[in-house]
């Protein structure tokens, strides 16, 4: 893996007529990452695939691969492959027949086709079904057909939509291991576009967070998971406690509650997961008014003068019932810092 | 009264009214008598045979299969890209487009034939089989656009984008994939084209010449001057031949779906 | 949905220019001829039309004739729709076959049998002669009755199929709820059933109801010159008077009254999607 840039997106605008989709992105991949588009629907990360693609020419801005400026190059000379969300097999030729389609367009002898067709149709497990129509498969066996479809074109990019959502909890677990695998293997670049946080964290080496056209933040799971920069991304990878900072102070429902620490000029806000929220001593007090048991954890919903704070302690201390009053602390050394909150 | 005891025999009177008169045709077109009655007098096929001597009726016929088939086909030609711009593109004025194709099966028959000979054929000097080809696929137009539109409807547009992008061009996507995937609903499409021209009438009553008339309008003016079951003999004759098509139809492509 | 403009309008514009040219222009022009006189725009020509008693006649007969053939299919229909929708799949299959089969067959040939059965030796009346219900042959061919019965038998299959697509789309256990609740057989039919099927009702009346008002064959083979409709009233008085204008008016009659029952198939067609 090296460091310089494989592919990149320079002030990238897309827009569908008028509807601008996403506005000045940039961004770099390297050669070989796995990287996660994150975000909720409509924040453009499917739109930003499809661009990469050649599915959609961008309104301005630049995209680079391997050195060429492919921005204007159509998308069936991109060398780009996109496993689709629907899979997007052809329902009239059979398995063999899909996975050969773009070999013989590019009118490779027919010994090297079926070499390379039986190569990658064996790499997804799905020898026995070359003779099968789309139809007669599942839909697990179907997406790894399109994975091998667009692998044996041996494409400088690997762009997936939504890899797992169609799939069940066993087949989710399988195609994650499967996607690792052929990266492990190919050592292609993938790209990935995911509403689900757990996909993103689990799979990603690098996870874009996207938001309104726009990214949000770039980050390994780590970072994006302990160190969110955005309220928004807080949010979105569970934090619960989340508070603006003002002139120094937590904006706190009954008003501005002075910090001890020195906080850097660029704070916007904290946030704590309910984990992170210490029961029984601290500055606050709060009555417990809900509580519910997941087996190794209780989370307590509390009404303090702060606003409503979820916290959460192991589940062998003893519980808190509903109504008990009880001092609490937000520790400002566990909260992740928010760079913007908006 | 329930409608348990009620149902089979409304079910039977209504087929009854319904094909009734369609045997009553065949029988009296086997009649061995000298005009038109039913019960049949005697049995005999000269009726049938004496359909294929008739001058005018093999030459009307060979003209509605001549509109029925170029027609149909010159329907398609221009129906099915219509209808892949309709489905997969966004179109400006689509809805404009859609409406003006889709217009021929509203506006009554007798009055397209009517306008098409009086502002076209007559002062262009159109000749009456060029007249007819024109109105027929005019006619056809709408079904075809309807029909193919509902198969690009029900295949997924992203085999589209799957092909360019293992390597195929715009226009090779659309032969590659998309074709043999509608492959059917063009069929289907063709077959209810060209049964809704063969059957036609109004549209062509204004536009017949000397020599070049369609074969029902044939038929029609035929009746007016003789009353012998020949008539009858054709129209069972037809009948036969449009219910083997659509049965063939139904059995290889499940035609129902698409009509 | 691609949005390559100029590819889209190359695959577009061949069929609508066409249809534009060959069908949309000429029928255009001989519609405003309706409304032209010497050289300016007038309603003369409506006004004309409609002071002739015999085309008032046609008229009124050509609407009445289309009102009661799609009120008289529309509670036929029911009862055979009712009837082929709770049958096996198998027979339900093979009756709707049954019921599609007739519009397939020439018109011409369908509307012909007519002649067999209503004819002065007819099966009709022959059969009354032998019941001695009548002496004498009855003229039924050339009368409003012939003209409406060949006209049922025609467009009754679309009727039948619109309303068993709508009973079939009605929710399954709508009708033992109503039942079980205790609505009688008439009650169930106009409080659950009728308003749940209304739209299928609709769209069939449409059908039926343009159809019998722009039907050309059968007032021509059933009717004849004494029971004239409005397009064989258009047709004779083309080829015999040259009457261009009349035709334009006739034209106009049946374009508007097509389109507006087209518009509200369409209004009910999307209200429909919507929901």
């Known amino acids: 893996m090296s460091d310089a840039p494989f592919l990149s997106l320079e002030k990238l605008t897309l827009a569908y007529g008028d ?60 060398s780009v492959g996109l496993v689709f969300q629907s899979y997007a097999l052809f329902p009239h030729l059979s398995v063999f027949e899909n996975v050969a389609f773009g070999l013989r367009l590019k009118k490779l002898p027919a010994s090297e086709i079926e070499t390379r067709v039986t190569a990658g149709l064996k790499s997804v497990g799905l020898s026995k079904f070359a003779a099968r129509k789309p139809a007669e498969l599942s839909g697990g066996q179907q997406q790894r057909v399109a994975l091998a479809r667009s692998m044996v074109m041996e494409p400088k990019v690997l762009l997936l939509d939504e890899p797992l959502s169609n799939l069940d909890a066993r087949l989710r677990l399988e195609m994650r291991t499967e996607l690792q695998r052929v990266q492990k293997e190919t050592g292609v670049t993938m790209i990935f576009v995911t509403h689900d946080q757990g996909e993103a964290l689990s799979l990603a080496d690098r996870i874009v967070v996207m938001l309104n056209g726009a990214i949000e933040q770039i980050g390994t799971p780590e970072d994006i998971y302990n160190r969110p920069v955005s309220r928004f991304v807080a949010d979105f990878v569970g934090f619960e406690n989340i508070f603006a900072v003002e002139g120094g102070k937590l ?25 992170m929220v210490t029961l029984g001593s601290g500055p606050f007090q709060g009555t417990v008014r809900g509580a519910s048991f997941s087996g190794s954890t209780r989370e307590y919903l509390l009404d303090t003068p702060l606003g409503a704070i979820k916290a959460e302690e192991d589940a062998g201390l003893a ?4 109504g008990t009053e009880l001092t609490f602390d937000l520790p400002v050394a566990k909260a992740a810092r928010l760079e913007r909150f908006g | 009264m329930t409608p348990r005891v009620f149902s089979p025999l409304v079910l039977f009177l209504v087929i009854a009214f319904l094909i009734g008169p369609f045997f009553i045709i065949v029988a009296a077109s086997l009649s061995g008598g000298e005009t038109l009655a039913f019960p049949p007098q005697g049995f005999s096929l000269k009726w049938v045979a004496k359909v294929f001597t008739v001058e005018s009726f093999r030459e009307s016929f060979a003209v509605s299969m001549f509109l029925a088939i170029g027609g149909t086909a010159m329907a398609l030609v221009l129906g099915i890209p219509a209808s892949y711009a309709l489905s997969r593109y966004k179109l400006p004025f689509g809805e404009t487009v859609r409406t003006i194709v889709s217009l ?18 007559v002062p262009f000097g159109f000749n009456i089989t060029l007249a ?13 656009v309807r029909v193919v539109s509902a198969s690009l409807n029900n295949l997924r547009s992203d085999i589209e984008e799957a092909a360019v992008l293992l390597g195929s061009s715009r226009a090779g996507a659309f032969f590659r994939v998309v074709m043999p995937n509608i492959r059917s609903g063009i069929l289907a499409a063709f077959i209810l084209g060209f049964v809704t021209s063969f059957n036609q009438v109004p549209v062509s009553l204004f536009l017949s010449g000397p020599g070049v008339r369609t074969l029902p309008i044939d038929m029609l003016s035929y009746m007016e001057i003789t009353y012998d079951p020949s008539v009858a003999a054709l129209s069972a004759l037809l009948a036969f031949m449009s219910i083997g098509i659509v049965f063939l139809a139904e059995r290889f492509l499940g035609f129902s779906r698409y009509v | 949905m691609f949005h390559n403009r100029a590819e889209a309008l190359a695959l577009a514009l061949p069929a609508a220019v066409f249809a534009a040219i060959v069908f949309l222009a000429p029928v255009v022009i001989l519609l405003a001829e309706g409304f032209r006189n010497a050289d300016s725009w007038s309603l003369t020509a409506y006004v ?24 008289v299919s529309a509670v036929i229909g029911y009862a055979a729709a009712f009837a082929i929708v709770n049958l096996s799949p198998r027979n339900k299959g093979q009756m709707i076959g049954l019921v599609v089969l007739p519009l397939m067959i020439s018109s011409v040939a369908r509307t012909y049998a007519w002649i067999v059965i209503l004819g002065r030796t007819g099966i009709v009346n022959q059969a ?128 508007v009254m097509s389109f507006a029952a087209n518009l509200l198939l369409k209004r009910l067609a999307t209200a429909r999607n919507k929901r």
């Open chain 2, 104 to 121: 021929p099966i509203i506006v009554p028959g007798i009055i397209v034939g009517l306008a098409l000979l009086r502002y076209i054929v």
């Open chain 1, 19 to 78: 509807t601008v989709a996403v506005k000045d992105l940039d961004l770099s991949i390297r050669k070989g990452e796995l990287v996660a588009f994150l975000g909720p629907s409509g924040c453009g990360k499917t739109t930003t695939m499809r661009s990469i693609a050649g599915l959609l020419t961008p309104a301005s801005g630049r995209i680079s691969l391997d050195g060429a400026d492919i921005t204007r190059v159509s998308a069936n000379k991109r």
């Open chain 1, 251 to 275: 904006k706190a429902a009954n008003g501005p509650i002075a910090l001890s620490e020195s906080l850097p000029p660029d704070t916007a806000g904290f946030a704590w997961r309910p984990r």
């Open chain 3, 128 to 255: 009354l002669q032998l019941i001695g219900l009548s002496d004498e042959p009855i003229r039924f061919l050339f009368t409003e009755t012939a003209v409406f019965i060949g006209l049922l038998q025609l467009f009754l299959p679309l009727m039948i199929l619109s309303l068993i697509s709508a009973l079939e789309n009605m929710p399954k256990d709508a009708i033992p709820a109503a039942r079980v609740l205790g609505a009688n057989w008439f009650q169930v039919f106009w409080k659950v059933i009728l308003p749940l099927t209304k739209e299928g009702l609709v769209i069939g009346g449409t059908l039926v109801f343009t159809g019998s008002l722009t039907a050309y064959i059968t007032p021509a083979i059933l009717g004849g010159s004494k029971v004239l409709m409005l397009e064989t009233l258009l047709y004779q008085r083309v080829t015999v008077a040259n009457d261009f204008v009349a035709a334009s008016v006739i034209a106009f009659i049946l374009i």
């Open chain 3, 48 to 71: 004309d039309f409609f002071t002739d008693p015999l085309n008032r006649t046609v008229f009124l007969r050509t609407f009445r004739l289309g009102l009661m053939v799609t009120a």
């Open chain 1, 319 to 322: 519980a808190h019932q509903p």
């Open chain 2, 132 to 144: 007819l080809f024109l109105a027929h696929t005019a006619l056809v137009l709408p079904y075809a």
